[in-house]
Antibody
């Protein structure tokens, strides 16, 4: 049974780059698990927003509103994938989730990690 | 502002039914049968309840059902139970490899 766990800094300064990692347990990011692996965020008291996804082949699909700031990649171990979000501002303060699914829906989620942007 | 429109709140008594709407456009909900619904309890991660408009993942009670008409999708929770009190979010494929979400609906069990 696949499980996901986010890790990374809880506090990021404005203009810096956020780096988060999602560790996959119970499987790997490979053709054995032909899923999309994604990052979704939720600002305090607000709704969900897709940041982007990566297919096991390495193809990535990012939210057009964030596209130029986002890099999603898979680690060589194939048991982790990561998010880099550049030029952070207070508006990027949110709970960040990693998840997996068929692109149209995400059926396994991590518990989420809170990221605050503040100097 | 979210791409999909949901009512901020809905409520019902135990045993009753509640229906939540999710209104999009002909560019998202109206064009694709790729609507999903998520349940989120406070401080917890979202849980997939419905995918592809009306399909239930394993383990989701059949009290939860989904449908779509035109640009509006709906989630119905029948036989409301206390544990159904949560926030519910819809999402839809919007073409060009984009997925959009609704702003969420808080369901209260009276």
């Amino acid at each position: 049974q696949l499980q996901l766990q986010e890790s990374g800094p809880g506090l990021v300064k404005p203009s810096e780059t956020l780096s988060l990692t999602c560790t996959v347990s119970g499987g790997s990011i490979s053709s054995n698990n032909p899923y999309y692996w994604g990052w979704i965020r939720q600002p305090p008291g607000r709704g969900l927003e897709l940041i982007g996804t990566i297919y096991y082949t390495g193809n990535t699909y990012n939210n057009p509103s964030l596209k130029s700031r986002v890099i999603i990649s898979v680690d060589s171990s194939k048991t982790q994938f990561s998010l880099k979000l550049h030029s952070m501002t207070a508006a990027d303060t949110a709970v960040y989730y990693c998840a997996k699914g068929d692109f149209y829906s995400m059926d396994v989620w991590g518990k989420g990690t809170t990221v605050t942007v503040s100097s | 502002q979210s791409a999909l429109t949901q009512p901020p709140s809905a409520s019902g008594s135990p045993g009753q039914s509640v229906t939540i709407s999710c209104t999009g456009t002909r560019s998202d909900v109206g064009s694709y049968n790729r609507v999903a619904w998520y349940q989120q309890h406070p401080g917890k991660a979202p849980k997939l309840m419905i995918y592809d408009v009306s399909q239930r993942p394993p383990g989701v009670p059949d009290r939860f059902s989904g449908s779509k008409s035109g640009n509006t999708a709906s989630l119905t929770v029948s036989g409301l139970q206390a544990e159904d009190e949560a926030d519910y979010y819809c999402s839809s494929y919007a073409g060009s490899n984009n997925l959009v979400f609704g702003g969420g609906t808080k369901v209260t069990v009276l």
